[in-house]
Nanobody, 120 residues
Framework: VQLQASGGGSVQAGDSLRLACAAS????????MAWFRQAPGKDREFVAL????????NYADSVQGRASIFRDNAKNTVYLQMNSLKPEDTAVYYC??????????????WGQGTQVTVSS
């Protein structure tokens, strides 16, 4: 499975961005998809997840209420809509995928990352 993230950019605090991650080479409709991010000097952290069954979602507390993850299985794409962006949202955002349903194991596939920069 190959993942290609896009949609990052430089925005002002309070703006919105929609990130996209296109998957190829696998059964996208059976993949659990997630977004992670890594800020300079910090560890990579979980942002959001969506299951392939029932489209259940889970969010990090830091983005709860400001982020929405959704998927379009017809386009093999998962999206992350980020609203009310804050400077602390500045990071490289990565999409990731794994097989299974609410699988607690590691993510097997990773995209290359897309930079999001939020200025105050």
């Amino acid at each position: 499975v190959q993942l290609q993230a896009s949609g990052g950019g430089s925005v002002q605090a309070g703006d919105s961005l929609r990130l996209a991650c296109a998957a190829s080479g696998g059964s996208f409709s059976e993949l659990e998809m997630a977004w992670f991010r890594q800020a300079p000097g910090k560890d990579r952290e979980f942002v959001a997840l969506i299951t392939w069954r029932h489209f259940l979602t889970n969010y990090a507390d830091s983005v709860q209420g400001r982020a929405s993850i959704f998927r379009d299985n017809a386009k093999n794409t998962v999206y992350l809509q980020m609203n009310s962006l804050k400077p602390e949202d500045t990071a490289v955002y990565y999409c990731a995928a794994r097989r299974g349903f609410l699988n607690s194991g590691p993510f097997d596939y990773w995209g290359q990352g897309t930079q999001v920069t939020v200025s105050s």
